[in-house]
Antibody, heavy 122, light 110 residues
Framework: EVQLLESGGGLVQPGGSLRLSCAAS????????MTWVRQAPGKGLECVAT????????FHADSVKGRFTISRDNSRNMLYLQMNNLRGEDTAIYYC???????????????WGQGILVTVPS | QTVVTQEPSFSVSPGGTVTLTCGLS?????????PTWYQQTPGQAPRTLIY???TRSSGVPDRFSGSILGNKAALTITGAQADDESDYYC??????????FGGGTKLTVL
């Protein structure tokens, strides 16, 4: 059974930092691309960052580029999101998602964790 | 900046058929955008319904179907049930690992 468990969220002041973690199990983590997706309260979804299985490829949305960094530790089946210089508009539920290969070099979020709340007062 | 458009809300009667659409602020949606549809109920994580335009995810009932209609991607629910009342999000692939979500459609079954 696939399981994704996010941790590390909470309240942080503007300009502060936070590191989200996602513990993965039930699938071959090292060969699976992973994505962080966020959802502001009462709003829609936004892909924040993606990393390939071997970390050779990463993507960061323009809204977080230069402030957030996605990474992974395949020896521990862990996904991370380092968030620096946080702003009020970063307040959201952050979901860790296991990606699914839908075409050569193209991966889509498929299975999602339950999410973790990050709150940055504005 | 390309915006992915969805109807903000829709309603359907139990047993009825509804088609939700996913468009672009500029241009047409094609299979090259690999349209994907998610269902989200309040307080829950999204669940994948359809990927690559019309492929149902594992365990998704066949009353959910995806297609391209005109210049948009479409999600059709045939024989709507009360527990289909959810938010539905489409997402399109813009290249280089970038997926852009639509604003979501709130579906009411009444």
């Amino acid at each position: 059974e696939v399981q994704l468990l996010e941790s590390g969220g909470g309240l942080v002041q503007p300009g502060g930092s936070l590191r989200l973690s996602c513990a993965a199990s039930g699938f071959t983590f090292s060969s699976t691309a992973m994505t962080w997706v966020r959802q502001a309260p009462g709003k829609g979804l936004e892909c924040v960052a993606t990393v390939s299985g071997g970390s050779s490829f990463t993507f960061h949305a323009d809204s977080v580029k230069g402030r957030f960094t996605i990474s992974r530790d395949n020896s521990r089946n862990m996904l991370y999101l380092q968030m620096n210089n946080l702003r009020g508009e970063d307040t959201a539920i952050y979901y860790c998602a296991k990606d699914f290969r839908i075409a050569a070099g193209i991966y889509s979020p498929d299975f999602w964790g339950q999410g973790i709340l990050v709150t940055v007062p504005s | 900046q390309t915006v992915v458009t969805q109807e903000p809300s829709f309603s359907v009667s139990p047993g009825g058929t509804v088609t939700l659409t996913c468009g672009l602020s500029s241009g047409s949606v094609s299979t090259s955008y690999y349209p994907t549809w998610y269902q989200q109920t309040p307080g829950q994580a999204p669940r994948t319904l359809i990927y690559t335009t019309n492929t149902r995810s594992s365990g998704v009932p066949d009353r959910f179907s995806g297609s391209i209609l005109g210049n948009k991607a479409a999600l059709t629910i045939t024989g709507a049930q009360a527990d289909d009342e959810s938010d539905y999000y489409c997402v399109l692939y813009m290249g280089s690992g970038n997926w852009v979500f639509g604003g979501g459609t709130k579906l009411t079954v009444l």
